[in-house]
């Protein structure tokens, strides 16, 4: 598979929606969840923090993709500026988005002029994303998407935790008992339980 290939089955499988996290989140909220908030976006992490978010980073998706052909997209608002040098050394390089992208990123997204959009496929295994796990949560790096074609199961972290998307109710079952601790206890965009709860359970069973 390359990487045109795995972006026609991103294409498929999210109605043409653009890899971003946040907007996945209302596009297909019967699929997401997200793990653990690790400390106040507001704030830049600490280098311990960064690391403990990259681990966790790390874990989450290995037990998504290991074995499996995945494509890691990058959205760059500003290439000029933006630190590229975690992806290109996985072999990242400069794609033109499909058709829709740009449109379904103006509305949220500010300057988008300048913006480029890079992507590479990887065979996953264990700890070849650290550097861009680390960069991530050290908010060097926004906008990133890793996506397992076979599966349809996207991971999008971001400085302070990841939105996590799984196809299949008993893979999504068994993703949430692993990492339940790490499920935010805030009130998220969902199914709402009796008592007015978010209903995180009914959301990862």
């Given at each position: 598979m390359d990487v045109q290939e795995a972006l026609d089955a991103w294409q498929a499988q999210y109605s043409g929606q653009s890899?971003?996290?946040?907007?996945?989140?209302?596009?297909?909220?019967a699929v997401w969840t997200r793990i653990h908030y690790l400390r106040d976006d507001s704030k830049l992490a600490t280098r311990e923090e960064a690391e403990r978010t990259a681990s966790r980073f790390d874990a989450v998706a290995s037990s998504l993709f290991t074995g499996t052909t995945v494509l890691v997209?990058?959205?760059?608002l500003d290439g000029r500026d933006e630190p590229t040098s975690e992806l290109s050394a996985i072999?990242?390089?400069?794609?033109?988005?499909?058709?829709?992208?740009?449109?379904?990123?103006v509305e949220y997204l500010p300057g988008l002029a300048n913006a480029q959009f890079v992507a590479t496929i990887?065979?996953?295994?264990?700890?070849?994303?650290?550097?861009?796990?680390?960069?991530?949560?050290?908010?060097?790096?926004?906008?990133?998407?890793?996506?397992?074609?076979?599966?349809?199961?996207?991971?999008?972290?971001?400085?302070?935790?990841?939105?996590?998307?799984?196809?299949?109710?008993e893979r999504r079952s068994k993703l949430g008992e692993r990492f339940r601790t790490w499920v935010p206890a805030t009130k998220v965009p969902g199914p709402m339980s009796a008592d007015g709860a978010p209903d995180i359970a009914g959301k990862l069973s």
């Open positions: 890899p971003v996290g946040f907007m996945l989140r209302f596009t297909h909220e997209v990058a959205i760059y072999g990242a390089t400069r794609i033109e988005p499909p058709e829709g992208w740009i449109e379904s990123l990887l065979s996953w295994r264990r700890g070849c994303l650290d550097e861009v796990w680390l960069a991530v949560a050290r908010d060097r790096i926004a906008r990133v998407a890793v996506f397992a074609p076979a599966t349809g199961d996207a991971f999008c972290p971001y400085g302070g935790g990841a939105d996590v998307f799984v196809w299949g109710s």
